[in-house]
């Protein structure tokens, strides 16, 4: 079992839904962060967060520290938000917020106008 | 514009060949890394360097060699001794070590 699993791996939308990814991990952490990789291969980093919500325009990412679990929303979601999503954790910075950091897999976010 | 460039964007080398993949940073970030990227799989670090002359293996060092000579440069070359090479290469940073990492555009190396 992956020490990062995020669901689902592949996710088709049409143009104005509202999307969920979900993240969960197996250790306790600090924070986690939700990164973007556009289909030419760049990585975004959209949020790091260790408690509550976050809002940047139409992302939403919020996290459960205790659940070990968090999620990426995105509101209203546009043929441009097709990418490639993932979680990242620091599985061993010993309760800070930074260290080594632990990739889910990815889950392919493509939303047809 | 601060960023991270990465070149070439598409690399092609023969079984055999050692071949050296570029990094550099304007970012003035004392940390750098590399990861290497397979279809379905998380990113897996390389080599991370905390600051100049100094770097360490990551998960899947084998194969891999680094410098550090200067702040702004983190090259990582992919020796005859990689059993798998052929990859999607990320080359990433951040002001001090595993604090937010910026990430460079990539490098696809496919060795035939």
């Known amino acids: 079992k992956n020490e990062v699993e995020q669901s689902p791996q592949n996710l088709t939308a049409q143009e104005g839904e509202f999307i969920t990814i979900n993240c969960s991990y197996s250790v306790g952490i600090s924070a986690l962060h939700w990164l973007q990789q556009h289909p030419g291969g760049g990585i975004v980093s959209l949020f790091m967060l260790s408690s509550g919500k976050k809002k940047h325009g139409r992302l939403i990412a919020t996290i459960n520290i205790q659940e070990k679990h968090s999620s990426l929303h995105i509101t209203a979601s546009h043929p441009r938000d097709s990418a490639v999503y993932i979680c990242a954790v620091p599985l061993n910075a010993g309760g800070t917020s930074y260290g080594k950091l632990t990739f889910g897999q990815g889950t392919i976010l493509t939303v047809h106008p | ?112």
């Not at chain 2, 991370?48 to 899947?60: E, L």
């Not at chain 2, 440069?73 to 937010?100: D, G």
Request: aromatic fraction near 14%; glycine fraction near 8%.
């Open chain 2, 1 to 112: 514009d601060g960023g991270i460039t990465q070149s070439p964007k598409y690399l092609f080398r023969k079984e055999g060949q050692n071949v050296t993949l570029s990094c550099e940073q304007n970012l003035n970030h004392d940390a750098m890394y590399w990861y290497r990227q397979d279809p379905g799989q998380g990113l897996r670090l390389i080599y991370y360097s905390q600051i100049v002359n100094d770097f360490q293996k990551g998960d899947i060092a084998e194969g891999y060699s680094v410098s550090r000579e200067k702040k702004e440069s983190f090259p990582l070359t992919v020796t005859s001794a990689q059993k798998n090479p052929t990859a999607f290469y990320l080359c990433a940073s951040s002001s001090v070590l595993y604090n937010e990492q910026f990430f460079g555009p990539g490098t696809r190396l496919t060795v035939l």
